[in-house]
C-alpha cells in the first residue's frame, strides 16, 4: 500500500481527542459527548453557511446539499406566500400564531395520505402520516427509537447495507452503544470512467442485534439508486426478522422525484419512509413526513411534543393545495427532475473536459439526488486532504470519508479515494469549480 501524504488540516481533524465545540469545565453526558463530539455534518453545514454567506461570490460552494433555487419553482412558492396571506379565513395569521398538533397539521397529514392512496394504491389514513421539523429530525427520531440501549437492556444496531451512506446519520445515536453495523458494497467498474455500487447480499448476515434496516434512496453521497430487486430483498430479510425497513426518499419518490432510472416506491406496514420538503426547494421550512405504521406515528407525535412542542406548519401551509391536487407530481415531473437530470449532465461532461486524462478518476453512475461521486484510485493524499487542498484553492467538496461509518475501513483504500461533488450552484460556479478540481487533482498526482 501507497504511504499517503497528509498536511496540516489532515492532522487537526484526525486527532480522536479533536472536539468541534469549544471545552466546557463541565463534565459530558453520552448524549452531549455524541452529539458535540466532531461530526462530519457539523462541518459540513459550517463550511455550507460560511460559503453561502461570508464566501459567496470567493468560495464555489459543491459541498453541501443546499437545492438549487429553480426559477420556476421560487415562483410559485411566491405565488403561495401570497394566496396564503390573502386567504381570507385567516390561514396565514393561524399558522404564524398557532401551534400545530405534535403529529403535524390534520388537514396536511389528510392530504397527504389521500395523495399517496391516488397515486400508488396504498391504503392509508392520516393516522400514517406525521410531520417532523426536517427529515433530519425524523432520522433522529427513527434511528434511536430502533438501536442503541434497548428498554430490555440490551443493545441494538442499525443495518446499512451499503455504505457509503448519507454523513448526516453518522452521529445521530444519542446512547453509549454504537448505532451502525455497515457493509461494503460491491463495486462494479463501468467502461473507462464509470463505476456502480450494489449491495453484497451475500455479506449482510441479519442477526438479533438489528434493530432496522435502513437506506437512502437514491443515496447521498454516490446517487446510486437501490433497484426495485434490491428493496425486495431487504424488505424481505427485515420481515423475516420482524424488524422494519428505512427508506429515505429526500431526493426520491414521488418528491421531489429527482432520480433518474426506474423505481418503484413501496409501502407496506414493515416499511417506514421519510419524505421532504426541503429538495424541492424549501428546506428553510423544516418539513419531514414521515408514513409509517399508526403506532409508529403515535412514538413519532410523542418525541415531537417532549423535544420541541410542534413542528414548524409553514411548509405545510405553502404545499398542501399542491398536494390536494397532485399538482406537486407534475412540478416533479416536468419541472424539478429535468432540471437537476440537466444540471447533472453537464456536470459529467464538465468534469470530462476538465478532469486530467493521466489521471485515474472514476465517477459514479449519475442515477439522481445533486452530486456526483468520484473515485480516485491510488488517490497519493487522503481524501480529507484533497478536500483541504481543494478548499485553499476556492473550492468547497465533501471529503468521502466520513460517508463510511459503521465499519472498520482499515485497508480499504477505497474508502480514503472519494469525494462529493454537488452540482446545484449557479452554472459558472460549477464550471468554476470543475476548473479548480482537475487542477489540484493534477498537481496532487504529479
Ligand atoms: C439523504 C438525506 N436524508 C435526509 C436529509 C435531511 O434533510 P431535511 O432535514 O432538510 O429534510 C438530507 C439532507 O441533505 C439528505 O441528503
Redo the contacts with the bound molecule.
Keep these: 500500500m501507497i504511504e499517503l501524504r497528509g498536511g496540516p488540516c489532515q492532522r487537526a481533524r484526525h486527532d480522536a481527542n479533536t472536539v468541534m465545540s469549544p471545552e466546557t469545565p463541565y463534565p459530558k453526558s453520552v448524549f452531549a459527548r455524541n452529539l458535540t463530539d466532531e461530526a462530519g455534518i457539523t462541518e459540513l453545514m459550517d463550511d455550507l453557511g460560511e460559503a453561502l454567506t461570508l464566501g459567496r461570490g470567493k468560495i464555489r460552494m459543491m459541498g453541501?446539499?443546499n437545492p438549487a433555487h429553480i426559477p420556476a419553482m421560487t415562483a410559485i412558492w411566491r405565488e403561495r406566500m401570497r394566496e396564503l396571506l390573502d386567504e381570507p379565513s385567516g390561514e396565514f395569521d393561524r399558522v404564524l400564531a398557532d401551534y400545530d398538533p405534535p403529529a403535524g397539521s390534520p388537514a396536511f397529514r389528510a392530504a397527504m395520505a389521500d395523495f399517496l392512496n391516488r397515486e400508488y394504491g396504498w391504503e392509508l389514513t392520516s393516522e400514517n402520516i406525521a410531520i417532523t421539523?426536517?427529515?433530519?429530525?425524523?432520522?433522529f427520531f427513527l434511528l434511536n427509537r430502533f438501536a442503541g440501549a434497548m428498554a430490555d437492556g440490551s443493545e441494538k444496531r442499525i443495518l446499512l447495507p451499503l455504505v457509503p451512506e448519507?454523513i448526516?446519520?453518522g452521529d445521530q445515536g444519542v446512547s453509549a452503544h454504537a448505532l451502525f453495523d455497515s457493509r461494503r458494497p460491491l463495486i462494479e467498474r463501468i467502461g473507462e470512467r464509470g463505476f456502480k455500487y450494489h449491495i453484497d447480499f451475500e455479506n449482510l448476515a441479519l442477526d438479533e442485534s438489528h434493530g432496522a434496516i435502513a437506506v437512502?434512496r437514491?443515496?447521498?453521497p454516490s446517487s446510486n439508486v437501490l433497484t426495485d430487486d434490491e428493496i425486495g430483498r431487504l424488505r424481505s430479510l427485515a420481515a423475516e426478522r420482524g424488524i422494519p425497513l428505512i427508506i429515505?426518499n429526500?431526493?426520491g419518490l414521488p418528491f421531489p422525484g429527482v432520480i433518474f432510472t426506474e423505481a418503484a416506491p413501496v409501502w407496506d406496514e414493515n416499511l417506514i419512509l421519510?419524505l421532504?420538503?426541503?429538495?424541492l426547494g424549501l428546506?428553510g421550512t423544516?418539513?419531514?413526513i414521515v408514513v409509517a405504521r399508526g403506532e409508529i406515528i403515535a412514538e413519532i407525535r410523542s418525541m415531537t411534543a417532549v423535544v420541541g412542542l410542534a413542528n414548524n406548519n409553514l411548509g405545510q401551509a405553502l404545499v398542501r393545495p399542491l398536494i390536494e391536487s397532485g399538482g406537486i407530481r407534475r412540478l416533479a415531473e416536468q419541472v424539478v427532475r429535468p432540471y437537476y437530470r440537466h444540471r447533472a449532465e453537464s456536470a459529467l461532461a464538465l468534469a470530462h473536459r476538465h478532469l486530467p486524462v493521466e489521471v485515474p478518476w472514476r465517477v459514479h453512475e449519475s442515477e439522481g439526488?445533486f452530486f456526483l461521486w468520484f473515485w480516485f484510485e491510488d488517490l497519493p493524499v487522503t481524501c480529507r486532504e484533497l478536500y483541504c487542498r481543494l478548499k485553499e484553492a476556492g473550492l468547497l467538496v465533501v471529503p468521502g470519508k466520513a460517508f463510511f461509518y459503521g465499519l472498520d475501513t482499515t485497508g480499504w483504500a477505497h474508502a480514503e479515494q472519494c469525494i462529493r461533488v454537488s452540482f446545484t450552484q449557479p452554472e459558472e460556479v460549477v464550471e468554476d469549480g470543475f476548473r479548480i478540481l482537475g487542477e489540484v487533482v493534477r498537481e496532487v498526482y504529479r
Excluded at 133 to 139: D, K
Excluded at 276 to 279: A, G, P, V
Design positions: 453541501g446539499g421539523n426536517g427529515g433530519q429530525t425524523a432520522f448519507y448526516g446519520y437512502s437514491p443515496t447521498n429515505d429526500a431526493y421519510t421532504s420538503l426541503s429538495k428546506p423544516r418539513t419531514g439526488a
